[in-house]
């Protein structure tokens, strides 16, 4: 059984909060079809997340799985987190995965941010987050033009949709479609 599509989304307006700087993307735009013909196909993600796991995306196969590319210094990225955690609580018995990519410069900044989620954020909400500065770390996806940057990939590995900015609704109801 599917739950309805409403339930993550309302779970994360109750739950969303965070100021806006003007500095980021703040509205969602589909990426363009040039872009989306650039990363067409199977996209490669590796590395080792925060947690010390290794992870490779092709594990993942037979899920959907959002990937976010975001950094700690985008008031838009953290603002988003939320609303991803409430959409990994409320889709936990379905084949979905969340997996986050910090852009950080540094990633003591990632660790101090993470270091205050886990205090504050139950584990069943949490997921999986890797360091782009990371040895190890490597990714088929194109070059960020601004953060934040989603991608929905497909049970099968294929990218099913590309997002600049904002992640917007109609992506939670791609998410629910593919499920």
């Known amino acids: 059984m599917r739950l309805p599509r409403t339930l993550p989304l309302l779970a994360a ?7 806006l700087d003007g500095a980021h993307a703040q509205t969602a735009t589909v990426a363009p079809p040039a872009a989306a013909a650039a990363t067409a196909g199977i996209p490669d993600l590796r ?3 925060i947690d010390n796991k290794p992870f490779d995306l092709a594990k993942l196969r037979g899920k959907v799985v959002l990937v976010f590319f975001w950094s700690t210094d985008c008031a ?25 990519v910090s852009e950080d410069r540094k990633r003591q900044d990632l660790l101090d941010y993470e270091r205050l989620v886990n205090g504050t954020v139950p584990a069943n909400q949490r997921f999986i987050t ?12 194109t070059k960020r033009p601004r953060l934040p940057e989603t991608f929905i990939i497909d049970k099968k590995g294929q ?7 904002r992640i917007p609704a109609e992506a939670w109801d791609k998410i629910a479609d593919l499920l």
């Open 159 to 165: 990218i099913a949709a590309h997002y600049l900015g």
């Open 47 to 49: 590395g080792t997340a």
């Open 76 to 100: 838009v990225c953290r603002d988003k987190m939320p609303e991803l955690r409430a959409n990994v609580q409320g889709w936990r018995s379905q084949p979905f995965e969340v997996v986050t």
């Open 13 to 19: 307006l109750v739950l969303t909060t965070g100021q």
């Open 130 to 141: 890797l360091w782009a500065g990371e040895t190890g770390y490597m990714d088929s996806f």
